[in-house]
């Protein structure tokens, strides 16, 4: 299975990003997807999640302003990423499970996209 990753850049502040997850895999409307980030130092970590039933999960850091959605006619997840800060700059990865849940463990994934990057500016 490979995951293609796409969508990252350079917004300001405030900014809207939708990012894009397209998978070679004809099941792959069975699988959940997970987004996940890692900044520059720090750990990866959980951004959102949504099962192959539409069932979503968010880091409390995003809800509100980041969803989380798939069109399983395009074996495509994106993340819509609004209200941009600064924080939220990382290189994005998005990765698939065939748990019937949105896991928030990275560990839980088996396949992993190549990541894109997007950087906030203040």
């Known amino acids: 299975v490979q995951l293609q990753a796409s969508g990252g850049g350079l917004v300001q502040a405030g900014g809207s990003l939708r990012l894009s997850c397209a998978a070679s895999?004809?099941?792959?409307?069975?699988?959940?997807v997970g987004w996940f980030r890692q900044a520059p130092g720090k750990e990866r970590e959980f951004v959102a999640g949504?099962?192959?039933?539409?069932?979503?999960a968010y880091a409390d850091s995003v809800k509100g302003r980041f969803a989380i959605s798939r069109d399983n006619a395009k074996n495509t997840v994106y993340l819509h990423m609004n209200s941009l800060k600064p924080e939220d700059t990382a290189i994005y990865y998005c990765?698939?499970?065939?748990?019937?849940?949105?896991?928030?463990?990275?560990?839980?994934?088996?396949?992993w996209g190549q990541g894109t990057l997007v950087t906030v500016s203040s």
């Open positions: 949504i099962s192959y039933i539409r069932t979503t």
């Open positions: 990765a698939a499970t065939s748990l019937s849940i949105p896991s928030m463990t990275d560990n839980d994934y088996r396949y």
């Open positions: 895999l004809r099941t792959f409307s069975s699988y959940a």
